[in-house]
């Protein structure tokens, strides 16, 4: 069965430079969450897109920006990285109908800020 | 949505039942306990959910109290793979449900 798909796997970026995670869905669902977990710590959610529509957000910096495109694939751009925005940053995907049932994620994109 | 309240850690030997507990003194009525785990740094796992009645499926069981104000997960027969961090989360189930808050888990160990 097809997973929720997220690339790069991993990313290694300097201080001050911007960094793109992408997160393709499970085919039909329409939501999609993301997720940072700092070393040790436990995933706090970011943000979330409904129908390419941002619906709802949770802690997610200034820095930090995403969007869902047509096909559901979703993007997060991370500018003027800071070595604590080194993290697993994970991606899942739901369908409308069905709730938190319905949550995959993806495998994550382990990012390191040096 | 309901904040939960779970042990940080727990030992387990391989073979027996696993039970993990969860409060939940401030669920809704109409929110739902689920229960995720995650392994190592990969992406958390969905296992289980109910809203009043105990629940079965092939990879654990969920005990809800009449009240709903605590929980149990129970994995009937813990192999050292259920080595995780287990996460009990209150939230409506509704199609507009939206986020999972995660809150401290608990982190199984299974032991040979």
């Known amino acids: 069965a097809a997973g929720v798909i997220q690339s790069p796997r991993h990313l290694i970026k300097e201080k001050r430079e911007t960094a793109t995670l992408k997160c393709y869905p499970i085919?039909?669902?329409?939501?999609v969450y993301w997720y940072q977990q700092g070393p040790g710590q436990d995933p706090q959610f970011l943000i979330s897109f409904y129908e390419k529509m941002q619906s709802d957000k949770g802690s997610i910096p200034d820095r930090f920006s995403a969007q869902q495109f047509s096909d559901y694939h979703s993007e997060l751009n991370m500018s003027s990285l800071e070595l604590g925005d080194s993290a697993l940053y994970f991606c899942a995907s739901s369908p409308r109908e069905g709730g938190i049932r319905g949550y995959t994620f993806g495998s994550g994109t382990r990012l390191t800020v040096v | 949505d309901a904040k939960t309240t779970q042990p940080p850690s727990m030992d387990c030997a391989e073979g027996r039942a696993a039970n993990l507990p969860c409060n939940h003194s401030t669920i809704s009525g109409n929110e739902y306990v689920y229960w995720y785990r995650q392994i190592h740094s990969q992406g958390p796992q969905y296992i289980i959910h109910g809203l009043k009645n105990n629940e079965t499926n092939e990879m654990a069981s969920l005990i809800i109290t009449e009240d709903r104000k605590s929980s149990t997960l129970i994995l009937p027969h813990a192999t050292l793979r259920d080595t995780a961090v287990y996460y009990c989360?209150?939230?409506?189930?509704?199609?507009?449900?939206?986020?999972?808050?995660f809150g401290q888990g608990t982190t199984l160990q299974v032991k040979p």
């Open positions: 085919p039909r669902h329409d939501t």
């Open positions: 989360i209150v939230n409506r189930g509704s199609s507009n449900t939206g986020k999972l808050i």
